[in-house]
């Protein structure tokens, strides 16, 4: 074999954007009988940070390398081939991975034959794979978001050559399709309907590391739901870094209001989606959640912030005021709708003003939950050449002070619930107690609920007997 030709990322390349037409590749993933050999005897163990996305992408990872003959262990220590499948969209995700790293070296030390692997989005990074050459020799392969279907090939190279293997792709990005995947659950799925994203928000990584805005076609958005339906599935979360834009790359009148309606026509009995972009989330769709009782009124609507100087300086689009009449519309027409957000603190220039007018939306729009954190810079983003002016100990205060909020709304809305009877889809036993196993409500509640194994991949009614933060307490509902 000859010698591979280490590939590495350019943050230049990545922001590039032109009018080249995405390619739809059918046949890219390649299994020699040689390569289906590989893994003979051997084990895997995955570990995922990040997103929805990553969670799915690992199901296609786990796949092929199950078609290359590992098999999964839980245990770290026990695994010949150990994959981390990283975000890049905070810091802390940053430091976990690396923190990771040292963990396996040690192992390295004492089993040399241990295959260590990086991929996703911090392999997307100009800067952690140059850290990854000066500091971290005696890994054996990084590869990227745009080539997991090369994964059988690579591994088989850095086996054969004991060296460091990089390829990593820096560009807008095609579709790959007819990729194995192993669910993780047997009851949900999640379902890439597209990738990648073009806002350039000033503060996010995530357009340089998938690429551009690109729609999967809808006939094949369907068949993956009716093979998933025919294996009994009960829910599908239909997925993109911008989901809500699915469609406008395309040119045969697809929209994600329509896409929405024709998954609903295929009767199965969940339909959820994230993540969503207020800019793009239009009255088409909103009519259409409302309209079709299988899709959940569960919405994700990341807020960021409530001020139009930060909304401006963050690049997002929209206004506080267009925010809220989006969030009034939602909750007038979709019965029961639960709304939950993202929020960052502490981003360049937020004065305390700015960050008041984020309280004042919290308190008009009563999220039932929020993910919400200080601001990390990322490299080569434009914020991260803002001035930021604010003290650590301020943007601590500040978060402390949006979840207390966010709490006391999450309450209410888990209060309110209390003797109610809600559906819950079964998916798991939970480890607060015997008898006891753990679901989610339509707008997405976690509930512990007392029943029986007979009723996991269910959706079962539960009365609510007690109400936390983040999670119900529930008994089932004999008919």
Same mark, same amino acid.
């Given at each position: 074999?000859?010698?591979?030709?280490?590939?590495?990322?350019?943050?230049? !390349?990545?922001?590039?954007?032109?009018?080249?037409?995405?390619?739809?590749?059918?046949?890219?993933?390649?299994?020699?009988?040689?390569?289906?050999?590989? %893994?003979? $005897?051997?084990? +895997?163990?995955?570990?995922?940070?990040?997103?929805?996305?990553?969670?799915? !992408?690992?199901?296609?990872?786990?796949?092929?390398?199950?078609?290359?003959? =590992?098999?999964?262990?839980?245990?770290?220590?026990?695994?010949?081939?150990?994959?981390?499948?990283?975000?890049?969209?905070?810091?802390?995700?940053?430091?976990?991975?690396?923190?990771?790293?040292?963990?396996?070296?040690?192992?390295?030390?004492?089993?040399?034959?241990?295959?260590?692997?990086?991929? %996703?989005?911090?392999?997307?990074?100009?800067?952690?794979?140059?850290?990854?050459?000066?500091?971290?020799?005696?890994? !054996?392969?990084?590869?990227?978001?745009?080539?997991?279907?090369?994964?059988?090939?690579?591994?088989?190279?850095?086996?054969?050559?004991?060296?460091?293997?990089?390829?990593? &792709?820096?560009?807008?990005? !095609?579709?790959?399709?007819?990729?194995?995947?192993?669910?993780?659950?047997?009851?949900?799925?999640?379902?890439?309907?597209?990738? %990648?994203?073009?806002?350039?928000?000033?503060?996010?990584?995530?357009?340089?590391?998938?690429?551009?805005?690109?729609?999967?076609?809808?006939?094949?958005?369907?068949?993956?739901?009716?093979?998933?339906?025919?294996?009994?599935?009960?829910?599908?979360?239909?997925? $993109?870094?911008?989901?809500?834009?699915?469609?406008?790359?395309?040119?045969?009148?697809?929209?994600?209001?329509?896409?929405?309606?024709?998954?609903?026509? *295929?009767?199965?009995?969940?339909?959820?989606?994230?993540?969503?972009?207020?800019?793009?989330?239009?009255?088409?769709?909103?009519?259409?959640?409302?309209?079709?009782?299988?899709?959940?009124?569960?919405?994700?609507?990341?807020?960021?912030? %409530?001020?139009?100087?930060?909304?401006?300086?963050? $690049?997002?689009?929209?206004?506080?005021?267009?925010?809220?009449?989006?969030?009034?519309?939602?909750?007038?027409?979709?019965?029961?709708?639960?709304?939950? *957000?993202?929020?960052?603190?502490?981003?360049?220039?937020?004065?305390?003003?700015?960050?008041?007018?984020?309280?004042?939306?919290?308190?008009?729009?009563?999220?039932?939950?929020? &993910?919400?954190?200080?601001?990390?810079?990322?490299?080569?983003?434009?914020?991260?050449?803002?001035?930021?002016?604010?003290?650590?100990?301020?943007?601590?205060?500040?978060? +402390?002070?949006?979840?207390?909020?966010?709490?006391?709304?999450?309450?209410?809305?888990?209060?309110?619930?209390?003797?109610?009877?809600?559906?819950?889809?079964?998916? $798991?036993?939970?480890?607060?107690?015997?008898?006891?196993? =753990?679901g989610y409500t339509d707008t997405m509640k976690l509930v512990n609920v007392k029943c029986g194994s007979e009723d996991l991949g269910k959706i079962i009614n539960v009365v609510i007997k007690d109400a936390k933060s983040w999670s119900l307490n529930g008994e089932k509902v004999n008919e």
């Open positions: 074999m000859l010698k591979h030709v280490n590939i590495k990322p350019s943050y230049i !390349d990545a922001k590039r954007r032109t009018k080249e037409e995405v390619k739809i590749l059918t046949d890219e993933y390649i299994m020699t009988n040689e390569l289906k050999k590989l %893994g003979l $005897g051997k084990k +895997y163990h995955i570990i995922t940070y990040g997103c929805q996305g990553n969670v799915r !992408d690992s199901e296609t990872i786990s796949a092929i390398l199950e078609d290359m003959s =590992f098999t999964s262990t839980e245990n770290i220590e026990d695994a010949d081939l150990i994959l981390l499948n990283t975000c890049a969209i905070r810091e802390n995700a940053h430091n976990k991975v690396f923190g990771m790293l040292g963990r396996i070296k040690h192992l390295k030390m004492t089993n040399p034959n241990i295959i260590t692997v990086l991929c %996703g989005c911090m392999a997307q990074e100009e800067s952690v794979v140059e850290e990854i050459e000066k500091n971290y020799k005696w890994m !054996d392969l990084v590869f990227g978001t745009h080539n997991i279907q090369n994964l059988p090939r690579l591994l088989s190279q850095a086996m054969e050559l004991n060296e460091l293997i990089i390829e990593v &792709f820096s560009k807008e990005g !095609d579709i790959v399709e007819n990729l194995p995947v192993k669910r993780e659950s047997k009851y949900k799925a999640f379902v890439n309907i597209m990738y %990648g994203c073009d806002k350039f928000c000033t503060y996010c990584i995530v357009p340089f590391t998938r690429g551009k805005q690109r729609s999967r076609k809808e006939e094949d958005i369907l068949k993956e739901i009716d093979g998933l339906i025919k294996k009994g599935y009960k829910e599908v979360t239909l997925l $993109g870094q911008n989901v809500n834009a699915y469609g406008k790359d395309l040119s045969d009148g697809s929209s994600m209001s329509k896409l929405l309606e024709d998954v609903a026509k *295929t009767k199965i009995e969940r339909i959820r989606f994230v993540t969503s972009h207020p800019w793009d989330f239009t009255d088409e769709m909103i009519d259409v959640i409302a309209k079709y009782d299988n899709i959940m009124p569960y919405i994700h609507l990341p807020l960021q912030s %409530g001020s139009n100087n930060i909304l401006k300086l963050m $690049g997002r689009r929209y206004t506080k005021e267009e925010y809220l009449t989006l969030a009034k519309k939602i909750r007038e027409k979709i019965p029961n709708v639960c709304i939950t *957000t993202d929020i960052i603190v502490g981003f360049p220039g937020e004065t305390r003003e700015d960050f008041n007018e984020t309280l004042q939306v919290v308190d008009e729009v009563k999220y039932d939950g929020a &993910f919400t954190f200080i601001y990390s810079p990322r490299e080569n983003t434009p914020a991260a050449k803002m001035d930021d002016n604010i003290p650590f100990e301020e943007k601590q205060q500040r978060l +402390y002070e949006l979840n207390e909020l966010v709490n006391k709304y999450s309450n209410n809305s888990n209060n309110k619930l209390l003797e109610k009877i809600v559906p819950v889809l079964i998916e $798991g036993v939970s480890s607060k107690g015997k008898d006891i196993y =753990f």
